[in-house]
């Protein structure tokens, strides 16, 4: 019997969903992300508005004083969608785990000397908590936002801030044990030096604009807080002990310098599309800023004593420098 293999090139009649072609302006293949982002936000048809909020839609481009010609503006330069946001963590998660077991392996949290240990749960374990805030007030954006693109990239960074918790505790125990997470509970709840940035976070899980709170939260506090902690405080600690903090903290600087080039992006878009927005924006950044500062300031005393002035002195120039790069003049 003669078998006759043939190679037939089946020409597709679409290359891409009707609304991604009236959006791209032609039928072209679209990517993964622009397919998992575009349009997909339901716009009419509701069955009723929110029995909390009845003045609203559920969907509602009314909860932000942001007014955006296309909200799908706000795109994540990083092309996150939940297929490559789990694969992009997983990976990092692999990183993590692969410096933790190395340093139980090694016994290098239980070689770490004790002024260093004490002087690591003191300033940066309370920070579990603050990120736990992150996530709540993350989840707000994402619940409220409007339109897949910002929505998502947030309910992402929200899920990504109970990893970062999560890693915080586990340095506590790796360097401690459950006592160190008991006494940094303490220390949020009680210590003075934590009551202004508890204060913040609180705060804003009570603030209603949704685009004011990304501003608050992801820009002004963790455009500070990560700078102060995972970068010039892990040098401290690194020149005074060993880079074993530096190993358990990978995450937390890899997080942060992905993340912030997404929330930059949005930021640029969000100013671009009209000069009101961007006075808004500047509006929102130098209050939350500020607020921000003040809330760091104690922290900051307390991992560089009398250097604090002069560091926080610095990041809040850079701060200024991102978002005039964001095109915002602060």
Aim: glycine share 6%.
């Amino acid at each position: 019997m003669a078998i006759d293999l043939r190679t037939v090139s089946i020409t597709p009649l679409r290359q891409t969903f009707g609304h991604l072609a009236r959006r791209m302006g032609a039928d072209k293949p679209a990517s993964r992300y622009i397919e998992a982002t575009m349009d997909l936000q339901p716009v009419e048809n509701y069955h009723y508005r929110p029995t909390w909020e009845p003045q609203y839609d559920i969907f509602d481009t009314t909860r932000t004083a942001i007014t955006m010609k296309d909200w799908y503006a706000l795109k994540d330069p990083r092309q996150y969608y939940y297929g490559t946001w789990t694969l992009a963590r997983g990976r990092m998660q692999e990183v993590a785990e692969g410096d933790f077991d190395l340093v139980d392996e090694l016994g290098l949290a239980a070689a770490y000397p004790p002024a260093g240990k004490a002087d690591a749960l003191e300033v940066f374990l309370p920070l579990r908590h603050v990120a736990w805030a992150s996530n709540l007030n993350k989840a707000y954006v994402s619940s409220y936002g409007y339109g897949i693109a910002i929505s998502q990239a947030a309910c992402y960074a929200s899920m990504d801030q109970l990893g970062v918790a999560q890693y915080v505790t586990r340095l506590g125990i790796a360097f401690d044990d459950l006592d160190a997470l008991a006494n940094a509970k303490s220390a949020w709840l009680e210590g003075a030096e934590w009551q202004e940035l508890r204060r913040y976070v609180e705060d804003l899980m009570v603030e209603k604009d949704w685009f004011e709170v990304l501003v608050a939260q992801d820009f002004a506090l963790e455009g500070l807080l990560y700078p102060l902690i995972y970068e010039r405080y892990n040098e401290k600690l690194n020149a005074a002990y060993s880079p074993v903090f530096s190993m358990l903290t990978r995450f937390q600087r890899e997080w942060f310098g992905e993340t912030s080039k997404w929330l930059d992006a949005v930021l640029k878009a969000a100013g671009a599309d009209n000069p009101d927005n961007k006075e808004q924006l500047a509006t929102w950044m130098r209050k939350w800023r500020d607020r921000a500062v003040v809330a760091l300031k104690p922290v900051a005393a307390l991992a560089f004593g009398g250097e604090a002035e002069a560091v926080m002195a610095e990041l809040v120039q850079n701060l200024n420098a991102r978002a005039a790069k964001a095109g915002v003049a602060l």
